[in-house]
């Protein structure tokens, strides 16, 4: 969490006095909706994480939202893996010296801001990345996304706010960057993070230790899919986009990534790829399986299911290809198996 309640003070009056210029494109592909959507589950947790879930769980129950007990343990494993009294990076936030709190106020209060950010998100129709973002940012950046007419949080809109909103309010108007060779940022930028920023890949982060229904291996097949779409992470969408050169649009990546692997040719418009294969239930998912927005016959957008609860998708222009966690409000309508 960015560690002062002034930073939240000083974004909040950026806001209000106007923000950012909106000169950035936003448009999205679909839409929120319910913010605590699907049935989400943990991963590779560190051993003291876990040694927490019990005190977890005994929060998120007080405080009237057991649902987000997976993203509190996914919360801590980012913020300090269970090490030291501070589990969640809480005492900051409420205006304390770091390691101030007990690992019990600190789940109290973790809990507390994830609960108040989700409450926040919902009533503003914006997705579960905006609820974690928005834990690590404070809750200006969803009056941020709901100013912009957002409801769905990229790493693009998350970008923007870090470099024109927190960063400035922290000092820090010139964008300068450091490194951040994390692998969540690689694909994005390279690795890189504005200095007084926050971290713009936050959820990410926190997506690493989630998992949504079926997170397993699947077939051989469908992991080559996912090898062959991997490769084109970091190229930038345009509309209409069918050559990595110069860039993809959501079905253009989903069309080339399966001509890639079969050797065959196949459509890259999202209506055309809905017949590409076999209509799996969105609950019995596989990597490799394409994820379709909007009606049948009507879908305007088309991901591929990764596993472990994570869509590799071209978004949105100005976007660029990523991964972003599953369970984020912003979820599929229909899934097709493809054809091999």
Same mark, same amino acid.
């Given at each position: ?122 009533? !503003? ?5 905006? #609820?974690? +973002? ?7 950046? @969803?009056? /941020?996304? *709901? =100013? ?124 055309? !790829? ?5 209509? #799996?239930? +969105? ?7 394409? @994820?379709? /927005?909007? *009606? =049948? ?44």
């Amino acid at each position: 969490m960015i560690p002062s309640i002034i930073v939240f003070v000083l974004v909040m009056l950026v806001i209000m006095l106007g923000g950012t210029s909106s000169s950035y494109d936003y448009d999205e592909a679909g839409s929120g909706g319910d913010v605590a959507s699907g049935p989400v589950t943990n991963k590779d947790l560190p051993a003291k994480v876990k040694g927490y879930q019990d005190l977890v769980v005994k929060e998120c129950n007080a405080q009237g939202c057991p649902d987000l007990v997976p993203y509190i343990l996914a919360i801590m494993s980012v913020e300090t893996r269970g090490e030291g009294s501070d589990v969640m990076q809480s005492s900051e936030s409420q205006g304390h010296a770091p390691g101030f709190f007990s690992p019990e106020e600190s789940i109290h209060y973790g809990v507390m801001a994830l609960h108040n950010s989700q409450k926040t998100a919902k009533s !503003l129709g914006i997705d579960m990345s905006g #609820v974690l +973002l928005g834990y690590n940012f404070g809750s200006g950046y @969803l009056q /941020w996304l *709901a =100013k912009q007419g957002l409801t769905h949080s990229t790493t693009k809109t998350a970008d923007v706010y870090s470099k024109t909103v927190v960063a400035p309010a922290l000092g820090n108007s010139s964008g300068t960057t450091y490194s951040y060779p994390n692998p969540v940022a690689i694909p994005y930028n390279g690795g890189y993070l504005y200095l007084n920023g926050g971290n713009f890949f936050y959820d990410l982060l926190v997506g690493q230790f989630l998992k949504k229904g079926n997170g397993g291996g699947g077939t051989a097949t469908g992991n080559k899919i996912i090898d062959e779409a991997q490769k084109y992470l970091g190229i930038p969408y345009v509309w209409g986009g069918h050559d990595p050169a110069t860039g993809l649009d959501c079905s253009g990546l989903v069309g080339l990534v399966l001509t890639k692997v079969t050797g065959k040719p196949y459509p890259m418009f999202t209506v055309t !790829l809905e017949s590409q294969g076999t209509p #799996v239930s +969105l609950n019995e998912l596989q990597p490799g399986d394409m @994820l379709f /927005w909007g *009606a =049948k016959g009507a879908s305007h957008h088309v991901a591929f299911y990764m596993g472990d609860g994570k869509v590799i998708e071209e978004p949105q222009p100005g976007d660029v290809c990523h991964i972003r966690i599953y369970h984020d409000g912003n979820e599929p309508n229909f899934a097709v198996r493809p054809n091999l």
